[in-house]
């Protein structure tokens, strides 16, 4: 019989040991077709969360998962991160935490999500450009 992870409960005592001393949670996550996240906030695989009582809404950090709600750009998103793919929590003012290792069947592979391959010295594809015109504002009851 195998026994049960630790990390889901080292995460936990972190998270706790944050909040009570007035820092700001923040998870490192290695990002996979599992984990839920925003994409365009990724960068190289890798994304990181701030998880304070006060960045976050309905926080469930299980065994397996951590999901919770989160603004972005002040549109609410719903965030799911497999625990398996966090590979750090640590207080933003004093870098104060921990790290883990994420296995390398673990390791993001290029799914529907990741972009194309590109040789190192192509710039990045251009961002499509805003509709010409005057921006609209429409009301919505």
């Known amino acids: 019989?195998?026994?049960?992870?630790?990390?889901?409960?080292l995460l936990r005592a972190i998270w706790e040991w944050c909040c009570d001393n007035g820092f700001t949670p923040h998870l490192a996550v290695t990002v996979d077709g599992r984990t839920r996240v925003p994409r365009e906030f990724v960068r190289d695989g890798q994304i990181v969360l701030n998880i304070g009582p006060t960045a976050t809404n309905k926080l469930q950090m299980g065994n397996e998962l951590i999901?919770?709600?989160?603004?972005?750009?002040?549109?609410?998103?719903e965030l799911s991160i497999p625990i398996e793919q966090i590979s750090a929590i640590y207080a933003r003012e004093n870098g104060a935490g921990m790290a883990f290792d994420i296995e390398e069947s673990q390791i993001p592979?290029?799914?529907?999500d990741a972009e194309p391959a590109r040789p190192d010295d192509e710039p990045p594809p251009e961002p499509p450009r805003p509709e010409?015109?005057?921006?609209?504002?429409q009301r919505i009851k």
């Open 1 to 9: 019989m195998e026994l049960p992870s630790t990390k889901p409960y």
């Open 67 to 77: 999901e919770f709600q989160a603004r972005f750009g002040g549109v609410a998103r």
């Open 109 to 112: 592979d290029a799914g529907a």
């Open 132 to 137: 010409a015109g005057r921006p609209k504002l």
